[in-house]
């Protein structure tokens, strides 16, 4: 098992969730300290793919701990050097735009720009239904940026959303692996199943 120490952020695209909790599970064999961290939207929303409550309860179980949910308690990650990794998944684009643009108003942000204080990797899991529109230009200039890595993407429904992204949530424990060793998984650009 390894001992890094990685933060794992949930934002709102809740569609994705069971994949993300699968790989989660995954994640959290192969690394001993995994610390969850919800965005202020996951942390409080019911949706037809869970409750917040449950979401809550099963990051709890998961990693041993109850996920961070506000600005200030992940605020320490920057001072304090905590984390290893920060892996956002699912990152939305709404989380992406802020990223690109420097805006630290959630909880995620704020995690992120903490752990890109002291220069440590990043890693994001898009998902966002217009990656091939509004959001592009912020996946392109974050993918670009020094200790930001991109879990593999690809088009989920290229019929029905044909400007959608989402990541490849089957690869986050291998780019975390990657990431930790300076490394953006190849190759980004992913067939995905439907």
């Not at 793919?49 to 809550?56: D, K, Q, R």
């Not at 995620?108 to 990797?121: I, Y």
């Not at 690869?171 to 990431?179: D, F, L, R």
């Amino acid at each position: 098992m390894r001992r890094e120490t990685v933060g794992f952020a949930m934002c709102g695209s809740f569609c994705t969730f069971d994949g993300v909790f699968r790989e989660l599970e995954h994640l959290t064999e192969t690394f001993e300290h995994v610390i969850p961290i919800l965005s202020e939207i996951s942390g409080r929303t019911d949706t037809r793919f869970g409750t917040a409550e449950a979401h809550i309860q099963r990051l709890t179980e998961l990693c041993g701990r109850r996920p961070l949910r506000e600005i200030r308690e992940v605020e320490p990650i920057g001072p304090r050097g905590l984390l290893d990794l920060l892996i956002v998944a699912p990152c939305t684009g709404n989380t992406l735009g802020k990223l690109a643009q420097g805006i630290t108003d959630s909880t995620v942000t704020m995690a992120v720009k903490a752990q890109l204080r002291n220069q440590k990797p990043v890693l994001l899991a898009v998902s966002t239904n217009d990656g091939l529109g509004a959001s592009g230009k912020n996946l392109l200039e974050l993918g670009q940026k020094k200790n930001i890595y991109l879990v593999p993407f690809g088009q989920d429904d290229p019929i029905g959303k044909p400007a959608s992204l989402k990541a490849d949530m089957t690869k986050i424990t291998q780019a975390a692996e990657a990431a930790l060793e300076g490394i953006q998984l190849q190759p980004m650009l992913v067939t995905l199943e439907k």
